[in-house]
């Protein structure tokens, strides 16, 4: 149990399009998903937080504008990079937690992660 | 705010050798600490995980951490290493949420394991 999947695993575009990244917790319900980004040879980098049905919460210098989240359901939360730019181009990897509301002590797990690359 | 540090980038140890991956952490109140392996192609899959009470935890493939809150470390262990534990092996401590529950990771930088056969 506890399956969270992405999709796209990986995606191509040209500078200035959008592209949107699926995050599903398959086999749970997720009270909390979370994005992160993360470099080559680096460690991930929490990008947002976000609860169903409402705002997402962004660590500071991330920009909320270019990187629009949606957390439409308990099963799936969308990361959006709107007019992305070759500096945009990562690995970005989504997590999800479940049960144990408000206690602090949920367990993340995470897809597999969207290898994103922008011309 | 919270952070971990992995002091080696890179360990290279041989099949069936014990294995010691280093961790350290800053954090103002009892962390949650845990250790998450990424293999490519896959999401991190957690190790194991301490919140609270006994400072040795056992986790799954073999490994153990153990938490000494006066060194504030959290180093995972395996007493004999297997060639498919190759992998990078991050380090996190985790603040709680306040609100929607959960808590926010703080990962370290990783460490490179290489098995040599």
């Known amino acids: 149990g506890a399956v969270v999947s992405q999709h796209p695993s990986w995606v191509i575009c040209k500078s200035g399009t959008s592209v949107k990244i699926e995050c599903r917790s398959l086999?749970?319900?997720?009270?909390?998903m979370f994005w992160y980004r993360q470099f080559p040879k680096q460690s991930l980098m929490l990008m947002a937080t976000?609860?169903?049905?409402?705002?997402?919460?962004?660590e500071q210098g991330v920009e909320k504008d270019k990187f629009l989240i949606n957390h439409a359901s308990l099963t799936l939360s969308t990361l959006t990079v709107t007019s992305a730019h070759p500096e945009d181009s990562s690995f970005y990897i989504c997590?999800?937690?479940?049960?144990?509301?408000?206690?602090?002590?949920?367990?993340?797990?995470f897809g597999p992660g969207t290898r994103l690359t922008v011309l | 705010a919270q952070s971990v540090t992995q002091p080696d980038i890179h360990i290279t140890v041989s099949e069936g050798a014990s294995l010691e991956l280093r961790c350290n952490y800053s954090y103002g109140a009892t962390p949650y600490l845990f250790w998450y392996v990424q293999s490519p192609g896959q999401g991190l899959q957690l190790l194991l995980k301490?919140?609270?009470?006994?400072?040795l935890v056992q986790g799954i493939k073999g490994f153990e951490a153990e938490f000494k809150r006066s060194q504030s470390s959290f180093n995972l262990r395996k007493p004999s290493v297997h060639w498919s534990d190759a992998a990078e092996y991050f380090c996190a401590v985790g603040a709680r949420i306040l609100t929607g529950g959960g808590n926010k990771l703080t990962f370290g930088t990783g460490t490179q394991l290489k098995v040599e056969l």
């Open positions: 997590s999800a937690t479940r049960g144990n509301r408000g206690t602090g002590t949920d367990t993340q797990y």
């Open positions: 301490y919140f609270s009470g006994d400072t």
């Open positions: 976000s609860n169903e049905g409402s705002k997402a919460t962004y």
């Open positions: 086999d749970f319900q997720a009270t909390t």
